[in-house]
């Protein structure tokens, strides 16, 4: 089993509409969550960190649920600008990993459709 | 905010031959960078730990004969594929922390060997 795994997609998504995702973490010490956003061809950039009571930035809504070992992105108003592939990275921190040591997802892919 | 600067961003080169490829920190100091690579469709998978004065430590299949890593400065890492073979065809892409919110990556290497 991976460590992180992600529903590939893609997530054709009408724009404006709201799309959510999953991501599914296998080590249970881990400590921080991340979600990245990777255009084609490009270096993964930052979207937003995971906390453990969520948090949201502007159309972006992140959770953790630590029970059932995954963490979740919604994007509401969907826009064409959207489109990417999300990736998730997961620090696992409590295993003296260095920080910044990730374990990422293969991506979900979205396609936001005028 | 932070800038991780890689280069050069596109390298054809034959096979047999070797290619380096610089992760640069242009705004902070480094004591620990990380190497990835990418296939496509597929996620980054953790190639090394590049430390700053020591050696690099590898993951779990990664040949460190084949992929030398060196980091000899608090701004700079070089990893340097030596003999080149077209299943080393890939995206490598290096990523560092200057605190304990983010990591930063750089733009990616897309490494072709024909």
């Known amino acids: 089993r991976k460590e992180v795994e992600q529903d590939p997609g893609p997530f054709n998504v009408p724009e404006g509409a709201t799309v959510a995702f999953n991501c599914t973490y296998s080590?249970?010490?881990?400590?921080?969550f991340f979600w990245y956003r990777q255009d084609c061809r490009k270096e993964p950039k930052l979207l937003m960190s995971v906390y453990s009571s969520g948090n949201e930035d502007g159309r972006f809504t992140a959770q953790l649920n630590r029970a059932s070992q995954y963490i979740s992105l919604l994007i509401r108003d969907s826009k064409l600008s959207d489109s990417a592939t999300y990736l998730c990275?997961?620090?696992?921190?409590?295993?003296?990993?260095?920080?910044?040591?990730?374990?990422f997802g293969a991506g979900t892919q979205v396609v936001v459709t005028p | 905010g932070a800038v991780v600067s890689q280069h050069p961003s596109r390298v054809i080169c034959k096979s047999g031959t070797s290619v380096k490829i610089e992760c640069r920190s242009l705004?902070?100091?480094?004591?620990?960078m990380f190497w990835y690579r990418q296939f496509p469709k597929q996620s980054l998978m953790l190639m090394a730990t590049s430390n700053e004065g020591s050696k690099a430590t590898y993951e779990q299949g990664v040949e460190k004969d084949k992929f030398l890593i060196n980091h000899a400065s608090l701004t700079l890492s070089t990893l340097t594929v030596t003999s080149a073979h077209p299943e080393d065809s890939s995206f490598y892409i290096c990523?560092?922390?200057?605190?304990?919110?983010?990591?930063?990556f750089g733009q990616g290497t897309r490494l072709t060997v024909v």
């Open positions: 080590n249970s010490a881990s400590q921080s």
């Open positions: 990275a997961v620090n696992g921190r409590g295993r003296t990993d260095s920080w910044g040591k990730f374990q």
């Open positions: 990523s560092a922390y200057d605190t304990y919110t983010e990591a930063f």
């Open positions: 705004d902070f100091q480094a004591t620990t």
